[in-house]
């Protein structure tokens, strides 16, 4: 089965940038056989879905609060996705995972596995 780790967060001011990767590895599996999305945790607060990217066409899908600002993108050749965050504020400061998905054009439907550790990401003003 498919194994992930997430990297790529760290500590930035408000207005930067970040890209979180998820690498994945297993054995005759790749993330190309998968939705896949992202999700995040802020201290003391519900885990939240941020963006999905389906499993072979369709529209990616980002929650209203990150739109035009958080691009997500498979690598198949390096079995990596990627989320491009850009102009970061404050309130995305969160533990970030990637997780295996059902992603419809109106969000992520169902978690259906999520592998890593997260990697944290801190915004500050």
């Known amino acids: 089965s498919v194994q992930a780790v997430e990297s790529g967060g760290g500590s930035v001011q408000a207005g930067g940038s970040l890209r979180l990767s998820c690498s994945g590895s297993?054995?005759?599996?790749?993330?190309?056989?998968?939705?896949m999305g992202w999700l995040r945790q802020a201290p003391g607060a519900k885990r939240e879905r941020v963006s999905c990217?389906?499993?072979?066409?369709?529209?990616?899908w980002y929650t209203d609060s990150v739109k035009g600002r958080f691009t997500i993108s498979r690598d198949s050749a390096k079995n990596t996705v990627y989320l491009q965050m850009n102009n970061l504020k404050t309130e995305d400061t969160a533990m970030y995972y990637c997780?295996?998905?059902?992603?419809?054009?109106?969000?992520?439907?169902?978690?259906?596995?999520?592998w890593g550790q997260g990697t944290m990401v801190t915004v500050s003003s």
């Open positions: 997780a295996r998905v059902v992603c419809a054009n109106w969000g992520i439907t169902a978690t259906l596995a999520t």
């Open positions: 990217l389906p499993w072979r066409g369709g529209s990616t």
């Open positions: 297993g054995l005759g599996e790749s993330f190309d056989d998968y939705a």
